[in-house]
């Protein structure tokens, strides 16, 4: 089967460093990716990795360890802006026609 | 400027009644899709594209339809909508055959069928 776990929500304070965990159990992977979506708009991407180790953009970075398939998005300097749903996504098979399978999502809470 | 652009962004029916929701890409991007998003059950793939003229099932196909006569578009069809068919829908597209091509979303169409 294919499954992709995120914890369901969490909170965190401005200013501060957050970990949202995602681990995952799939029938092909071809990279995972982070998206951020606010409440009822589009996803959008955040990030991507294929190879084991740690890619820092900006306040973001993102980890992958696939011998334990598992990753983290790592958010510095919280803003009260980056309060939203933020989505691990795993790329699968080429002959899936390279679909992204998605977990349920991390909803984020930012208080002051 | 780079988009996937899909219509309407609001819509409510009834039961029964032919719906067609629009998607359309202007970067070229070889594959297409169709995801619904509810509460509890995240983003599902119902259709996908991998190229003009092919499409195929994805997790939750049932009571929809896709064509693609054309690159850039990728309509949904709901030929008879029921109340279980009330969701966000969000239509995609990436390169093919490129791992790192992130899914660029539309902005979602909201639909409601009573």
């Known amino acids: 089967g294919q499954n992709i776990d995120q914890p369901t929500e969490m909170t965190a304070t401005e200013g501060a460093i957050v970990q949202i965990n995602c681990t995952y159990q799939?029938?092909?992977?071809?990279?995972l990716f982070w998206y951020q979506q606010h409440a009822g708009e589009a996803p959008t991407f955040l990030s991507y990795?294929?190879?084991?180790g740690l890619e820092e953009k900006g306040r973001f970075s993102s980890f992958l360890s696939r011998s334990k398939g598992y990753s983290y998005l790592l958010l510095k300097e919280l803003q009260m802006k980056d309060s939203a749903s933020y989505l691990c996504?795993?790329?699968?098979?080429?002959?899936?026609?390279?679909?992204?399978?998605f977990g349920q999502g991390t909803e984020l809470s930012v208080k002051p | 400027e780079a988009q996937v652009t899909q219509n309407p962004r609001y819509l409510i029916t009834v039961t029964g009644k032919k719906l067609t929701v629009t998607c359309s890409q202007n970067?070229?991007?070889?594959?297409m899709s169709w995801y619904r998003q509810d509460p509890g059950l995240g983003l599902r793939q119902i259709y996908y594209?991998?190229?003009?003229?092919?499409?195929d099932k994805g997790d939750v196909p049932e009571g929809y339809k896709v064509s693609r006569k054309e690159k850039r578009n990728f309509p949904l069809i709901l030929e008879s909508p029921s109340p279980n068919q009330t969701s966000l829908y969000f239509c995609?597209?990436?390169?093919?055959?490129?791992?790192?091509?992130?899914?660029?979303f539309g902005n979602g169409t909201r639909l409601t069928v009573t």
């Open positions: 995609a597209s990436s390169h093919r055959g490129r791992n790192n091509s992130p899914l660029h």
């Open positions: 799939t029938s092909g992977f071809n990279g």
């Open positions: 990795n294929v190879l084991d």
């Open positions: 996504a795993v790329r699968g098979f080429y002959n899936q026609g390279g679909k992204l399978i």
């Open positions: 970067m070229n991007h070889e594959y």
């Open positions: 594209s991998m190229n003009v003229e092919v499409t």
